[in-house]
């Protein structure tokens, strides 16, 4: 039995690993923390729990077919319901929207708002859908070796298709001219941690995939994917090894040969590496040599995704929001958004975004009370970093005193009986996020498809990537497909052996 080491037991991990050990080998995961999942952890204190990270969950099929490809019933693991209404949008003069999954209301909805813009908004999903069904079939279900794998004639002929050059904020608002309405279709970039301002306009299918296929909610929250695949990877006969951090990828003559752990080395067919791209490059190849182009020099000059500032606080009292995901906007938005990409600050005015799950799933907070997480995009840390004490109390006190305007949260200060802060320092230090970027390195133009760093490692054999930086990029259903086209490229070299 051929031996496959994974190193860390974030989204893409668990699912790499499922896929390998349902394949037959012999499958070890090393995760550097004592829980599994990576950003996809959940809190668990005094009878709250809060999702650490992601909490929307779209394109279900993309989470089912892990389990489905173990021979399993998604059902057991992630029971899903879909939520109505998928989102709420607010903006601070009090205007608000809840978005429905059911085209009836959706577009009764919008005809209020105003009818040119319905038939925009009409248009404008016809239009991404056909970039979409361009970029699944010809992009992200596949993985890149040489640049004659991207560009030859007829892969030009998709990429001119795409019609990506243009960035999403603009391409949106040739079909919606209204100011609410473009907002509403536009922070989606967020979610990838990039900015809708300069973001390819294809990232405009992130509201698409929500008109189209929902926003559905897992029993247990967001873990419950993580821990569904934790059990079946050892249901199926793999090992997870906890407070394991990884030290080194050895790699001889252009050959990985296995890893070395706490000091132990570690000797396996293949490695496929979890840990975020960038760390492991700066961190784990210690030699520049056996890295390709990948210099500390190049690693540092690359673009990097947006971070996030989130509360979660553990409420004594329900708070009835009309949604389970709602969106705040700042009253200047582009403000917002140039604070986080290109000033470097942290937003004056943010942005907010509230997770209020208790509405779906009573499991996750004690009886009549709130788990809430409240999100703030702020910039990664090559950007800003002075997150002292001071910094992170005055924030937090900036954001619920915007919270505090908000309909129904305007006594939220006297209710908060637990509460814990991640800030982008956490989130390197918890889970060698480089940067602390969340979403991992900037999916801009020339760091997508062939230009993001491979599913299959270019500078040494027998080493394999997955995760939020590589090939197809972050989000969920994103990282789960770069598990899927890492092990298919493992696969492939090792049936040529
Ligand atoms: C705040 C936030 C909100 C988000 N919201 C959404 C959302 O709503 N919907 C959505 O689809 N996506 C969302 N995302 C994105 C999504 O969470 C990520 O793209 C995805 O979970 C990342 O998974 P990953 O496997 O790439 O990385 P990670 O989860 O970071 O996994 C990497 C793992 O490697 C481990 N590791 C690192 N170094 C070592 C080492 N040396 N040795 C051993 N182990 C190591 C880490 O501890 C970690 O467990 C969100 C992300 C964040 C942070």
């Given at each position: 039995m051929k031996k496959v080491s994974v190193i860390g037991a974030g989204t893409a991990g668990l699912a790499a690993a499922v896929r390998l050990q349902t394949e037959g080998y012999d499958v070890h995961l090393y995760e550097k923390n004592s829980k599994i999942g990576g950003k996809m952890f959940q809190i668990n204190e005094e009878g709250y729990r809060f999702d650490v990270g992601p909490t929307i969950v779209m394109t279900p099929d993309i989470y089912n077919e892990v389990f489905e490809y173990a021979g399993r019933d998604p059902k057991d693991y992630i029971p899903m319901q879909k939520l109505d209404p998928m989102i709420g949008v607010t903006y601070r003069d009090g205007k608000k929207f809840n978005l429905s999954n059911d085209f009836v209301e959706l577009i009764k909805l919008l005809e209020e708002e105003s009818e040119e813009d319905t038939s925009g908004f009409i248009k404008y999903m016809s239009n991404i859908y056909e970039r979409y069904l361009v970029a699944k079939n010809k992009i992200l279900n596949r993985s890149y070796r040489s640049l004659g794998e991207f560009i030859n004639p007829k892969s030009l002929l998709d990429i001119y298709r795409l019609k990506t050059f243009d960035n999403a904020y603009n391409e949106m608002g040739k079909f919606i001219k209204n100011d609410y309405l473009k907002k509403m279709f536009a922070f989606q970039t967020l979610y990838i941690?990039?900015?809708?301002?300069?973001?390819?306009?294809?990232?405009?299918?992130i509201p698409m995939l929500e008109m189209f296929y929902g926003i559905w909610h897992i029993k247990g929250g967001m873990y419950s994917m993580a821990k569904g695949m934790a059990d079946l990877f050892e249901e199926l006969g793999g090992t997870i090894h906890l407070n394991a951090p990884v030290e080194e990828i050895l790699i001889e003559d252009k050959e990985a040969k296995g890893i070395r752990v706490n000091g132990e080395e570690i000797l396996s067919d293949y490695t496929m590496v979890n840990a975020d791209f960038p760390y492991t490059m700066t961190n784990l190849i210690p030699n520049e040599k056996d890295r390709g182009k990948y210099t500390d020099k190049k690693v540092n000059n690359m673009e990097y995704s947006c971070s996030c500032f989130i509360l979660y606080l553990g409420v004594d009292k329900a708070y009835p929001t009309e949604a389970v995901h709602t969106f705040h906007i700042a009253d200047d938005f582009d403000r917002n958004i140039s604070d986080i990409f290109?000033?470097?600050?942290?937003?004056?005015d943010p942005s907010i975004y509230v997770f209020n799950v208790s509405q779906v799933d009573k499991s996750l907070s004690p009886e009549d009370r709130d788990s809430l997480y409240v999100l703030v995009p702020v910039p990664e840390l090559s950007l800003f970093d002075e997150w002292t004490e001071e910094t992170i109390q005055n924030y937090r006190e900036k954001v619920l005193n915007i919270l505090t305007d908000i309909e129904p949260f305007q006594d939220i200060k006297e209710h908060i009986r637990y509460e814990s802060i991640y800030t982008p320092k956490m989130f390197e230090e918890n889970f060698n996020a480089y940067n602390g970027?969340?979403?991992?390195?900037?999916?801009?133009l020339f760091q997508s498809a062939y230009f993001r760093p491979h599913n299959k490692f270019d500078y040494a054999d027998n080493l394999y990537f997955c995760g939020s930086s590589i090939h197809p990029g972050a989000g969920v259903p994103t990282v789960l497909q770069s598990a899927k086209l890492s092990v298919e490229e493992l696969l492939k070299d090792d049936r040529e052996k």
């Open positions: 941690g990039i900015s809708p301002h300069s973001g390819p306009s294809l990232y405009n299918m290109d000033a470097g600050v942290l937003p004056e970027a969340t979403f991992g390195l900037r999916p801009s």
